[in-house]
């Protein structure tokens, strides 16, 4: 379990995480999604004990990251932004090097080297110089260092980054495979890489959070939409009116009839509402062209998000 309790971190001036908090539980694969600047690499490097907070505090697993730096190190794997690989070494040399940094004894070295190679399918180049590899292959270096000593957390600050197609797919497969084992936290801007891998949003705008959901509470309706040939004079009360409902909005035409946002109440009201709509729909003689469940898209929420930047 990770626990981040108001954190905030400064550079001088500037306030890069303006009191975040955030609890994440075993198994998930949480996405950090932001624009450039936001703060997502603030927020990896804090969570691996790399940077400290100016204020707030991390715990996983129960142990405070400021007390107990390094037993919270040995837990987590680190992707950072731009790995630092060493480009003369060669891939099994840099492992092995990268086993000792992680403390993995010298007896389960050679294991781990070769259970991380095989997870990240390097064992066609792992006598091969880093630094006359593909970009695709150097992530999947920089997973595989990230993995070698079996982490129940896993942080991976923009994995996809600079990767062709077909690279990101292995890379999100990978990802996939990994996070059977270990939770997952992945950074991003690009919005579908949370769509194809995560199970839940963490949106960091301006240093704060502007939105953490997982991808069912997305999809999950909040809203009912309506099509009724009933125009708002008429209809908005009406709608109104029906119980469950909070407020309603009319929505721009489209489609035949004319459209209405209805705003519930409670969430869980959808499956007792909505046949209270069409009920009452009915009982005013009008015609019913639509009654659905507005589906929250994650593209759109983000561009809501972003339109508050002026982005
Ligand atoms: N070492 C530093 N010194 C001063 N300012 C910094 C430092 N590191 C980051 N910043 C600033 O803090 C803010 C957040 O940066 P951060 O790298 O955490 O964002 P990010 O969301 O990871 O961005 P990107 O997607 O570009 O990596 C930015 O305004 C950045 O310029």
């Not at 905030?8 to 999604?33: C, H, K, M, N, P």
């Not at 004894?105 to 066609?124: N, Q």
């Not at 079996?150 to 600050?157: G, S, Y």
Request: glycine share 10%; aromatic share 4%.
């Amino acid at each position: 379990m990770i626990r981040v309790e108001s954190v905030t971190r400064t550079y001088g001036d500037l306030v890069a995480v303006d009191q975040v908090s955030f609890q994440i539980g075993q198994g998930e694969i949480v996405g950090l999604l932001g624009h450039n600047g936001a703060g997502k690499t603030t927020i990896m490097k804090m969570l691996t004990g790399y940077l400290e907070p100016t204020s707030g505090s991390i715990e996983i697993d129960g142990l405070d990251i400021a007390t107990c730096r390094e037993a919270v190190q040995s837990r987590i794997g680190y992707l950072p932004e731009n790995d630092p690989l060493y480009p003369e070494m060669t891939v099994i040399d840099y492992l092995d090097y990268s086993a000792s940094l992680h403390g993995v004894p010298t007896g389960e070295r050679d294991k781990k080297i070769r259970e991380a190679i095989a997870s990240t399918e390097l064992s066609l180049k792992a006598a091969d110089t880093i630094g006359t590899l593909s970009r695709g292959y150097r992530q999947r270096v920089g997973v595989a260092q990230a993995i070698l000593h079996t982490p129940r957390l896993l942080i991976l600050d923009e994995p996809t980054n600079g990767l062709d197609p077909t690279q990101v797919q292995h890379m999100r497969a990978l990802i996939r495979t990994l996070a059977k084992r270990a939770t997952v936290i992945l950074s991003t801007h690009i919005l579908q890489e949370v769509q194809a891998i995560c199970d839940r949003v963490i949106i960091i705008r301006n240093g704060r959070k502007a939105l953490d959901a997982t991808m069912d509470e997305l999809q999950a309706g909040r809203r009912l939409l309506v099509a009724v040939d009933a125009g708002p004079e008429r209809a908005l009360g009406v709608l109104k009116s029906v119980k469950g409902i909070q407020s309603v909005e009319r929505m721009e035409e489209g489609g035949p009839g004319h459209r209405y946002a209805l705003d519930l109440v409670g969430q869980d009201e959808l499956a007792v509402t909505a046949p209270r709509v069409a009920s009452q729909i009915a009982t005013a003689g009008w015609k019913l062209y639509a009654l659905q469940p507005e589906s929250r898209n994650l593209e759109t929420l983000f561009g809501e998000i972003s339109a508050q930047d002026g982005r």
